[in-house]
């Protein structure tokens, strides 16, 4: 079993910088991928920011060149910095992880943070 606890969310102005944190505790599997997800209301929960444990990442377009995804494998631990935040980056931000064992992918959620983005 894995736990995923999040931290970092908040108020911002649109403009305005934060980081979110998300600790992962458990089974790690050697293979496996850490992202970010994100659930605005009355929308599906969309893909934000990926990151494998070997450090490949992919960002959805709407975030590219604003948000940075980033791991510390020692710490279990995977970051997401948001820079230039704008009102439709609010939503409820949820941490993944995926554990992969030849062709098995078990997968986690943490209980989601809040971001708002004040205009």
């Known amino acids: 079993q894995v736990q995923l606890v999040e931290s970092g969310g908040g108020l911002v102005q649109a403009g305005g910088s934060l980081r979110l944190s998300c600790a992962a505790s458990?089974?790690?599997?050697?293979?496996?991928?850490m992202g970010w997800y994100r659930q605005a209301p009355g929308k599906q929960r969309d893909l934000v920011a990926r990151?494998?444990?070997?450090?490949?990442?992919n960002y959805a377009d709407s975030v590219k060149g604003r948000f940075t995804i980033s791991r510390d494998n020692a710490k279990n631990t995977v970051y997401l910095q948001m820079n230039s935040l704008k009102p439709e980056d609010t939503a409820v931000y949820y941490c993944?992880?995926?554990?992969?064992?030849?062709?098995?992918?078990?997968?986690?959620w943490g209980q989601g943070t809040q971001v708002t983005v004040s205009s």
């Open positions: 990151i494998t444990s070997g450090g490949i990442t």
């Open positions: 458990g089974s790690i599997f050697s293979i496996n991928s």
């Open positions: 993944n992880l995926e554990n992969f064992r030849a062709s098995l992918k078990f997968e986690y």
